[in-house]
């Protein structure tokens, strides 16, 4: 084989090299379909409880003497005299001309730091058809590829976390993006977008999707 057949090769595979990344790339971009999952809201909500502390070893109460058989004559005390000097002016002056960062410092040392909220890998969603009432739970990746319900509605999830162990309320919040884009068409329509922001489990009604024809909201994260 000549010089020119191994350059006309060489360029032949770099050709089909650059090919497949471009197929591969564009598959990986295409929505794909919902798959029903079944874990509970309670189960995906679940706070991490920190580990229980050890119970503090219990002392048994000293034994007191008996009580004596005549009551004993307890004498009155006498007042003490109490006598009041004159404080300096300058420490009073020093109290005033405390700086107020010691103060804010304290404050901060009693009120603690917060809890941080766990971050997650997969956005638990759930969508209804309101027309035929189809109702599907599905998981949409963090970043991933994005998910196609009902051959309409495309998910796609930026962010999805739990509520920290310190908060009163187990929620899960997530941002999603969705668009709807028709099938079966014979023209491919441009996607449209619906919806963006963030959802929260506990108020559904509130942060969902509410479209004429589909409803959808989180419904918890996974890791």
Known sequence: MNLRGVFAAGVAATAVLTAGGVVASALNDLPQDARPVQDTTAELNRQSTPPAQAAAPQESAPEAAPAPAAPVAIPTPTPPTVVVADAPEEDDEAEEEAPVEEKAAVKAEETGTPGRRQRRRVAIVEAVDKITAQRMRFEVEVGGRPVRFQRTLIFSARAC????????????IAYLDVTIQPRGMLQAAEPRQIFRGWMFASSPGVSGLQHPIYDAWVVGCKA
């Open 161 to 172: 976390e739990v509520s920290a162990p310190d908060e009163q309320v187990e929620d899960a």
